[in-house]
């Protein structure tokens, strides 16, 4: 029974390892994205998590979303044939910082060959200033989580990072270490116990 425990032990270690390490290695590559390839929309897998700041997209739908929620939409080039209803991520053109809006297509506007998009927020009475063109658009809507967005930004800070990553893998790696310590003066004491008493 104590082997099938111990063995049960390991493998769980093993498990929380790799997915701490993987969450560490996807941060630090979404980090360089966004620092040294100045890109507004980090992405694994041409994937990008998004953190909903406003609840410009609140609504009863059920591909409506809200302040704190997390947004995941896909990179693709293929953003001249999109249909009215499409959620898409797009880079504000009125925004000095060139924010990113992930809004819904309320018209498709044709010109000839070419198509532009008039976006709008389900919760907002009019729609957005100006036109969008293909080339503004990041990625296109896939689906959200629910109060991830706050998570995320949470592990994304200095406290978060020290309780749910750093912490517990001191705690993962530190205990096989007493472990091993423990079982290293064990096998000593038994040894020192075992050892004959000789009188002369």
Request: net charge positive; proline share 4%; aromatic share 8%.
């Amino acid at each position: 029974m104590k082997k099938i425990m111990k063995h049960i032990g390991n493998a769980l270690l093993w498990v929380l390892t790799l997915v701490f390490m993987l969450v560490l290695v996807g941060n630090l590559w979404m980090m360089f994205q966004s620092t040294v390839q100045h890109s507004k929309a980090p992405s694994i897998l041409g994937y990008s998590p998004l953190i909903v700041n406003t609840g410009s997209m609140a609504g009863d739908k059920a591909d409506d979303f809200n302040a704190g929620d997390l947004v995941i939409i896909h990179k693709t080039k293929k953003t001249l044939n999109l249909k009215k209803g499409t959620i898409i991520t797009f880079v504000d053109p009125h925004s000095e910082s060139k924010a990113l809006v992930t809004h819904r297509i309320n018209q498709v506007i044709t010109h000839g060959k070419d198509h532009v998009y008039e976006t709008r927020g389900d919760a907002n009475n009019t729609s957005d200033k100006g036109v969008i063109n293909p080339s503004q658009i990041v990625g296109v809507y896939q689906t959200h989580l629910k109060g991830f967005g706050s998570k995320l930004m949470f592990l994304q800070s200095p406290k978060g990072m020290l309780l749910f990553i750093v912490l517990p893998l001191i705690i993962l790696f530190g205990s096989d270490y007493i472990v091993q310590a423990f079982k290293s003066k064990a096998s000593k004491v038994s040894k020192t116990e075992e050892e004959p008493i000789v009188s002369v």
